[in-house]
């Protein structure tokens, strides 16, 4: 090859692998920066979500500190005594301590038994509530059986005490149809508390919970009921056969998730309902953690005991989705 061949096969592959690096550059500019821009843009929508979740749930365990003291308000951090973990000792050094939050373990527990037991209820209104044929009269119970929800605990007291009370409706009824000769307690006694407050607890939120699961029966493809109906299916084995296996998933989640708050009760029900007849049976862990508190002024004993609640809670939600993606092959975490 002579010198001038051999020059020229130079320039050309030299062209060549410039006319390859202008691709990959245009490649680049037409894809690597837009891929760019959008996560970016993807990132900016959850941003005031990450700090929200920052602010009310990471923020607030700055708290913890407060069981290393014996806090004081009036002093204020600086002004406490620094008592180390004296009160991790003496709560698990105290008998009656651990007899007294014992029994507020088993109502807590019960209580929360009592609603993964009658979650299905949720699930089956969806289901009945669908069938209904008359638009009108599907959106009225919908509309009046979700409107609990909006209603404070307080205007609920209100509600029952109006009913149930010594000087109530129901009262009043019985005693005028002469079916008891003094007013029943439902308010003011220690029996059946679990009962009553699952009751409640179902009044309130069965219209809202099976919002859910209309919205998943919603998403349902309709070829299957028309398949099954070709096949000579009825209603009951529509919704047997067909809606229920659906909405499964849906429960399953709503489950487990149940199952990891099973110590969170919430305390603002009890804290209504809760009087000198029924204390011992309807203080749940999250009131007890307040009448310590904010009643007993003991903030420090208060805050260990909603640590160790947290601690419980996490382990219990990191077992129950082993569990899950064990079983199912499907975790939530």
């Given amino acids: 090859m002579t010198t001038q ?48 979740a920052f602010l009310f749930s990471y923020l607030p365990l700055y708290g913890w500190i ?67 044929r008359a638009p009108w009269f599907r959106s009225s119970v919908q509309t009046l059986t979700a409107l609990p929800n909006f209603i404070s605990w307080v205007l609920v007291y209100m509600i029952a005490f109006s009913l149930f009370s010594s000087s109530g409706l129901v009262n009043d009824v019985l005693m005028d149809a002469g079916l008891v000769t003094a007013p029943l307690k439902f308010l003011d006694t220690d029996q059946n508390v679990w009962l009553t407050m699952t009751l409640w607890s179902i009044w309130k939120g069965l219209g809202w919970g099976a919002i859910i699961y209309l919205a998943a029966i919603a998403g349902v493809d309709q070829s299957l009921y028309e398949s099954a109906r070709i096949d000579g299916a009825g209603r009951f084995q529509t919704m047997w056969y067909i809606t229920v296996p659906q909405l499964m998933p849906t429960y399953l989640v709503l489950l487990l998730l149940s199952i990891a ?67 199912r092959g499907e975790s939530i975490v």
């Fill in 66 to 132: 407060y069981t290393l003291y014996d806090y004081k308000p009036a002093l204020g951090l600086a002004g406490s005594e620094f008592v180390g973990l004296q009160w991790f000792q003496m709560l698990v050094g105290s008998p009656a301590q651990m007899a007294q939050i014992g029994q507020v373990l088993v109502n807590t527990l019960a209580i929360s038994f009592l609603g993964i037991a009658t979650s299905v209820l949720p699930l089956a209104f969806a289901i009945f509530l669908n069938e209904v």
């Fill in 261 to 327: 708050n099973i110590l969170n009760n919430g305390m603002e029900q009890y804290y209504v309902f809760q009087n000198a007849f029924n204390k011992e049976y309807i203080q749940v862990l999250d009131l007890y953690v307040y009448n310590v508190g904010m009643t007993g002024n003991n903030l420090s004993l208060a805050t260990v005991i909603g640590m160790l609640k947290s601690i419980i809670s996490v382990a219990l939600l990191l077992t129950v989705n082993a569990v899950s993606k064990r079983v």
């Fill in 5 to 52: 061949a051999q020059s020229q096969v130079v320039l050309q592959e030299a062209a060549m692998g410039n006319l390859s690096h202008q691709s990959k550059r245009r490649r680049g500019r037409r894809f690597t920066p837009a891929g760019g821009r959008t996560s970016f843009t993807l990132f900016l929508c959850i941003l005031p979500f990450l700090v929200l």
